[in-house]
Structure formats: structure tokens, C-alpha cells
Antibody, heavy 122, light 108 residues
Framework: QVQLVESGGGVVQPGRSLRLSCAASGFTFSSYGMHWVRQAPGKGLEWVAVISYDGSNKYYADSVKGRFTISRDNSKNTLYLQMNSLRAEDTAVYYC???????????????WGQGTMVTVSS | AIQLTQSPSSLSASVGDRVTITCRASQGISSALAWYQQKPGKAPKLLIYDASSLESGVPSRFSGSGSGTDFTLTISSLQPEDFATYYCQQFNSYPAITFGQGTRLEIK
């Protein structure tokens, strides 16, 4: 069964750090680009970051550039999002998502995790 | 960044109705557009990719059309499980991927 399972969310104070993980199963993780997408409470979807299948290319939304780092460990079938200097406006459900096409990073997201909530509050 | 504007923002309809949701891009994006369905407390689900290709397992009552700047998602005959929020997404300006603001489809 193709599945993505996020973990690592929680409540954190402004300025602190948090690392999210996304465990993949049921597909060849090392062959697909992966993304993080977030959704603030009651709001729409916001793309956060992407990493190519081999980790060689990484891109970020302007809102998180310089603070967040996306990475992956293909030997562990796991995607990560290191979030530093967190702000109240980073409060959201964070989803990891798989790119639809083999070897691609620019395309629709066909598999999503269940999401993990990150709350930034003092 | 390319902006996507969905209309309407909300919509009331009845079971059996034909519904159309529109997504307009601020500049041409070829066919690099996808549609998602999201139910409360759940992750988005891919319905349509490349503007008009039906994702595997998605009922055929869903269809997508358009290219360039104007796109539509059509549900031919609404079913009770279709009441949800729908989002369009463009990836033509990769890596600057953007989503529309969403269309909430409610039961009349």
C-alpha cells in the first residue's frame, strides 16, 4: 500500500526549531521528487519546498527560504523538513506529498500524508 | 508568481446537479494544472492532472478541461461524497508552485 506518514509536529515557541519526518512505503521512494505543503488553520494550501529524487535539487517558497531545509534519506525512505527560527505564521498542518511522475519534481501530487500539526506559540 | 483565482469561492448545489468550478491563471500555464478535493480534517486528494487527465481510481463524473489561462473542473452528477473543498494547482512556473484559494462545495 502506497503510504506517507508524517511525524514530528507539536507546539514550539517562536524562534525555536522543529524537524518533521515523512516515512514512505509502497513505492520506490528514491525515484520520485517529494514536496512539503502546509495549510494554516481554516486557510488554503501553500507549497513549502521540493527536493528532487536524488536530493541534488532543492527549492523553497519565499516565505520559508533561509529558515527551512528539506532533505531526504533514500536508504531510510524518509523525507525531512528542518524548520528553524519558527514564527507564529508558520502555524499549520504540514503535509508531505509525492510527485505524480517518475523522476519528476514539477507535476501534480498524487500521494499525500495525513499531515502533522505545527503550532508556534509562546 | 503566477496567481490562480478560483470561482466561485463557495457554491451550494444538490445531489444530481452538474457543477463547474473555474480556475484562472494570471498568465499562461499551458496544461500544467491539477485539481484536488479536500474533506475536513483530511489530506487533499488528486482528481485531475495535466488539466484533463483523470487520476486512477477517481470516478468518471469528474472531468477537467482548459489550457493557457482558463481551466474548469466539472462534476457531471453530484454525489453526497463530493461535498468538499476543491483546489486547483499550477506547476508551470516550477519551482514556484501555487494553489488557488479553494472552492467550497456545500449541500443545498
Amino acid at each position: 500500500q502506497v503510504q506517507l506518514v508524517e511525524s514530528g509536529g507539536g507546539v514550539v515557541q517562536p524562534g525555536r526549531s522543529l524537524r518533521l519526518s515523512c516515512a514512505a512505503s509502497g513505492f520506490t521512494f528514491s525515484s520520485y521528487g517529494m514536496h512539503w505543503v502546509r495549510q494554516a488553520p481554516g486557510k488554503g494550501l501553500e507549497w513549502v519546498a521540493v527536493i528532487s529524487y536524488d536530493g541534488s535539487n532543492k527549492y523553497y517558497a519565499d516565505s520559508v527560504k533561509g529558515r527551512f531545509t528539506i532533505s531526504r534519506d533514500n536508504s531510510k525512505n524518509t523525507l525531512y523538513l528542518q524548520m528553524n527560527s519558527l514564527r507564529a505564521e508558520d502555524t499549520a498542518v504540514y503535509y508531505c506529498a509525492k510527485t505524480h511522475d517518475y523522476g519528476d519534481t514539477a507535476g501534480a501530487f498524487d500521494i499525500w500524508g495525513q499531515g502533522t500539526m505545527v503550532t508556534v506559540s509562546s | 508568481a503566477i496567481q490562480l483565482t478560483q470561482s466561485p469561492s463557495s457554491l451550494s448545489a444538490s445531489v444530481g446537479d452538474r457543477v463547474t468550478i473555474t480556475c484562472r491563471a494570471s498568465q499562461g500555464i499551458s496544461s500544467a494544472l491539477a485539481w484536488y478535493q479536500q474533506k475536513p480534517g483530511k489530506a487533499p486528494k488528486l482528481l485531475i492532472y495535466d488539466a484533463s487527465s483523470l487520476e486512477s481510481g477517481v470516478p468518471s463524473r469528474f472531468s477537467g478541461s482548459g489550457s493557457g489561462t482558463d481551466f474548469t473542473l466539472t462534476i457531471s452528477s453530484l454525489q453526497p461524497e463530493d461535498f468538499a473543498t476543491y483546489y486547483c494547482q499550477q506547476f508551470n512556473s516550477y519551482p514556484a508552485i501555487t494553489f488557488g484559494q479553494g472552492t467550497r462545495l456545500e449541500i443545498k
